[in-house]
Every structure is written in C-alpha cells, then in structure tokens.
C-alpha cells in the first residue's frame, strides 16, 4: 500500500515543487530547498490513513502546513515569539470562531481565545520544541473552548431554587424535573437517563423503555436537541 | 434513512467504537460540524451520570483529532482568502 501510496505521490511531486516553489519565497534566508518541503510532506501523508482517496488535496494542504511549521520552528529558534503568534493569529481565530459557535451566549470573543490560548502557549516548553507546533496551537484553542463548554454549567431554575449540576448528579428526582421541564415524555426520560446514568447502548434503552422500535440515534438527537433548548445551548446560526 | 451528523457523532461517542477516520476528516472539513461537536460536549455537560462524563470525554479526544486535520483546512482557506 505504501509503495502505491509512494508512486501516487511522485506523480504530484512536480506540482507540489512549484507550489513549495512559491512558499519558500516568503520565507526568510536561509531557505530551504522546495524539495526538502516536499520530503517532509510526504512523511506526514504516509503518516496519516484514509488519505488514499484525496491524495492531490491532503498533500497540498500538508505542504501549507509543514512550511508554517517550518516557519515557526525557525521563529522560535531565532527566540521570536511575537512573530510566531503574529503568523499564527489569522488560522487560530478562525478555529476558534469555528469551533467557539457551538457553545452557549454570551459566546467568548474569538479573539480572546486566541488571547487566551497564547498566554498558555508562552509558558509551555512543549510548545517552541514541538515538530507540529500549528497542531499544537489548535489544540490549545479546542482546550480552551472544551473548558468553556463545560465551566458554563447554568443552574437549572426549578419551581423553589436554582438546582446546579453537582445537585443534579445526586439527584435524580431533580434531573427528572428538569427533563419534564425540557418537555420529554416518560419513555423519553427514561430513555435518556439509562443512558446517561447506566451507560446502556442506545437502542437497549430506547427498547426498555418502550420507545418505538428503530432509529435509536435520531430518537436521542431529538431529545437532545430539547435538553439543549431548555439549557439555550441551541445550534448556532452563525 | 441517512444518519445526521449528529447522529454519527453519538454513535461514536456512545458504543465506544474507534475513531473513524472519515468523521474525523469529515468535521475537520466543516465549522457546523466542528460547532456540532462543541454543543454536545456542552449538553452533556449539563446531564448527570456516568454515560455522559464518557460522552464529554470521547467528543474531547474526537475534537483532539479533528485539531490535527482542520489546520491543513484552515491554513489552505487562509492561502486562499488572506487575512485583511
């Protein structure tokens, strides 16, 4: 396979050299040679599975990404941080607008993220060494935004108090009300509370508790969605 | 019936089956998707159990993979539309 793989890809090599052509223009002395970019290519795609049937694409977006990173590393070697962040600024805001749009308003501005995520990376010692250090920003990034997916755990108001999350753990009395409050039916909360709770597969609890037979998921999509309203974690129209 | 996403995406998460190299390509290639993945970290966020701590924590490593591969994306669309 990777014979074939390797073959299939020297067959791109001349348009990935003019490519790299260009990119290492942009680059500061000393360049390297286009070949060496498209080397380091190749050993990122035949690093990767499931890259076969869109070789052309994934090879010309792992060239962008190795001369970023080749970049990078160079900034860092020569102790220039700023620049790195500089470079890194457009691609990073655009991930965490992406992936910033799924969390629940008041949304954190994508800027700040990238704010956010670049006071960590300054004192990571992973980072200036990493030979992915672009992978690694945007991890940083999906850190971040997964901390604040998970920090706003709203109170749900029921009909005495505000019940938080921790209390809802313990209780499910509680997350019963909530869920009728999200108007699920009985088979519906019971559906998802064995699941939630007791980890059953989807399509056993959705037959325990006397569901409708088939499409266990879009069943526990629709729930979900409820839950989501009633929380105001809908879907973002951008 | 063709499954959502979404549908995709719980089903991953929720038989604790491998990552699936075409999901992950798949969200990497779109903001709804990645967006997608985030909402549900944070519904399940909000609901008790053990399930959904498992859940969290699967769309976590998914959105790890999904990093790896939407940059190459991101920075190909920046080539394409440099930043003003």
């Known amino acids: 396979m990777t014979d074939e793989l390797r073959e299939r890809f020297e067959r791109l090599i001349p348009e990935l050299e003019r490519r790299a052509g260009e990119l290492v223009l942009s680059m500061p002395e000393p360049r390297p040679h286009p070949s060496e970019l498209v080397e380091a290519t190749w050993r990122v795609v035949c690093s990767k599975r499931g890259t076969e049937a869109a070789l052309r694409a994934v090879a010309l977006r792992e060239l962008e990404c190795c001369t970023t990173n080749l970049a990078l590393r160079r900034m860092f070697d020569a102790g220039d941080l700023e620049a790195a962040f500089a470079r890194l600024v457009p691609h990073l805001r655009a991930w965490a607008t992406n992936l910033s749009r799924g969390l629940s308003p008041p949304r954190p501005d994508p800027d700040d993220l990238v704010q956010d995520a670049f006071l960590k990376l300054r004192k990571s010692q992973m980072f200036v060494v990493a030979d992915n250090p672009l992978g690694y920003a945007f991890r940083a990034v999906k850190n971040l935004v997964i901390d604040h997916a998970r920090r706003k755990r709203p109170t749900v108001e029921l009909a005495d108090r505000h019940v938080g999350a921790t209390e809802l753990e313990t209780s499910p009395e509680r997350l019963d009300e909530m869920l009728t409050r999200a108007g699920l039916s009985a088979m519906e909360k019971c559906m998802l509370s064995r699941v939630v709770f007791d980890k059953l597969a989807v399509s056993a609890a959705q037959r325990e508790c006397g569901g409708p037979p088939g499409a266990p998921y879009y069943v526990l999509e629709k729930i979900l969605d409820r839950v989501a309203g009633s929380l105001g974690i809908d879907r973002s129209r951008k | ?84």
């Open chain 2, 1 to 84: 019936m063709t499954e959502s996403l979404t549908q995709r995406l719980l089903r991953t998460v929720l038989e604790g089956d491998p990552l699936d190299d075409e999901l992950v390509n798949e969200v990497a290639a779109s903001p709804d998707a990645q967006a997608e993945a985030v909402r549900l970290v944070g519904v399940f966020a909000q609901l008790p159990g053990d399930g959904a701590r498992v859940a969290e924590a699967r769309l976590d490593q998914l959105l790890d993979a999904v990093s790896l591969v939407a940059v190459g994306h991101i920075v190909m669309s920046d080539v394409a539309q440099p930043a003003k």
